[in-house]
């Protein structure tokens, strides 16, 4: 999902790297912002005792408001659009009922077709590639490790950390 005008987010891709020790998830994330480049505000560290886990899991709450906002109106318009094309195409191709009532047709389509981009846009914003990552992380805790959260800023530096971060041995969970 990273980079799609559907959502709201700066980071559409985030990652979580779970370490065995405070020190290495530590010396990982300070290497991290230091060789790649990567912003230090877009680098968490979540420890099992942490308390704000779920604003540094996912800190741009106005963001997911203009996920949900975008997703359902780009999805139902083109989900309205594919609708009236269905019509234009079944109208073409001379379907009885369609040349028979063809303002019921219409309006069936169309709205069957919103509907369905609706829906969509409803699961676009659910974010279920984000599942994965939080549920690696609470894991991390109730198990006593130590978890780097990454906010990439694109696929590509998203990529980048993840394969840094392995290398180190972190076990990386990571969105679509």
Request: hydrophobic share 50%; proline share 3%.
């Amino acid at each position: 999902m990273s980079d799609l005008p559907l959502t709201g987010e700066v980071s559409n891709s985030k990652l979580a790297a779970v370490f065995d020790s405070r020190q290495a998830a530590q010396d990982a994330a300070m290497a991290l912002c230091r060789e790649l480049g990567i912003a230090q505000a877009q680098v968490k560290l979540v420890g099992p005792d942490a308390a704000d886990v779920d604003i540094k899991l996912e800190p741009e709450g106005g963001g997911i408001w203009r996920t949900i906002l975008t997703a359902h109106f780009w999805l139902g318009l083109w989900g309205g659009l594919l609708g009236l094309l269905a019509f234009a195409l079944l109208y073409w191709g001379g379907v009885p009922f369609i040349v028979q009532s063809p303002l019921a047709a219409v309006l069936a389509l169309l709205f069957f077709g919103t509907t369905a981009g609706l829906l969509l846009g409803g699961l676009v914003s659910l974010r279920p590639d984000h599942d994965r990552y939080i549920h690696a992380t609470r894991e991390a805790m109730e198990q006593g490790r130590d978890t780097v959260l990454v906010h990439a800023l694109d696929e590509a530096q998203c990529e980048r950390a993840a394969r840094f971060l392995s290398e180190r041995g972190a076990d990386v969970t990571r969105t679509l």
